[in-house]
């Protein structure tokens, strides 16, 4: 079983920067692949952007150039540092994991950027 706890969502003007956190903890061995979804209301949840491993990353097109995925393998962390973040960033952040065969996730972390 893997747990994955999300923290550094929050409130943040147009334009602003904030840095999301995501540990996981739990019984496993590595951890294949680490991303960040992101869902609103009515909407499904999207991938924001993944890395592997290895440290090989994918974004989406919306956040590519702003958004930056990173990961220390040492302490089953990954990181999403967000720049020049704008309103329709807007959403509720999950934490995924790929253990195994097996997709984990995170509870979630609000971000909201005000215009």
């Known amino acids: 079983q893997v747990q994955l706890v999300e923290s550094g969502g929050g409130l943040v003007q147009a334009g602003g920067s904030l840095r999301l956190s995501c540990a996981a903890s739990?019984?496993?061995?590595?951890?294949?692949?680490m991303g960040w979804y992101r869902q609103v209301p009515g909407k499904p949840r999207e991938l924001v952007a993944h890395?592997?491993?290895?440290?090989?990353?994918n974004y989406a097109d919306s956040v590519k150039g702003r958004f930056t995925i990173s990961r220390d393998n040492a302490k089953n962390t990954v990181f999403l540092q967000m720049n020049s973040l704008k309103p329709e960033d807007s959403a509720v952040y999950y934490c995924?994991?790929?253990?195994?065969?097996?997709?984990?996730w995170g509870q979630g972390t609000q971000v909201t950027v005000s215009s």
């Open positions: 995924n994991a790929l253990v195994g065969s097996d997709y984990y």
């Open positions: 739990g019984r496993f061995s590595s951890i294949l692949l």
């Open positions: 890395i592997t491993r290895g440290g090989l990353t």
